[in-house]
């Protein structure tokens, strides 16, 4: 949903990514737009850091390191 399937290098966040209709009224609340770009820019961090590409980040140590900064990585 971030990572742009063509474009190597380029991520998508906030209002940006692509969803269906149905979904697409729902990203347009603010904590939503919030939460989006801040798991982009752990994405782009953790590729940073490691080297790597960001297509290369493993899922799970994203969602780890988002909770571990007491970031929100579900709604409720």
């Given at each position: 949903m971030f990572?742009?399937?063509?474009i190597e290098g380029f991520l998508a966040g906030e209002k940006n990514i692509s969803v269906s209709r149905g979904v697409g009224?729902?990203?347009?609340?603010?904590?939503?737009?919030?939460?989006?770009g801040q798991a982009?820019?752990?994405?782009?961090?953790?590729?940073?850091?490691?080297?790597?590409?960001a297509s290369k980040i493993n899922s799970t140590e994203l969602q780890l390191l988002l909770s571990q900064q007491n970031l929100r990585i579900t709604m409720e």
């Amino acid at each position: 949903m971030f990572i742009a399937k063509d474009i190597e290098g380029f991520l998508a966040g906030e209002k940006n990514i692509s969803v269906s209709r149905g979904v697409g009224g729902a990203i347009r609340l603010q904590p939503v737009a919030m939460y989006t770009g801040q798991a982009v820019g752990a994405i782009a961090g953790l590729a940073i850091q490691k080297g790597v590409v960001a297509s290369k980040i493993n899922s799970t140590e994203l969602q780890l390191l988002l909770s571990q900064q007491n970031l929100r990585i579900t709604m409720e």
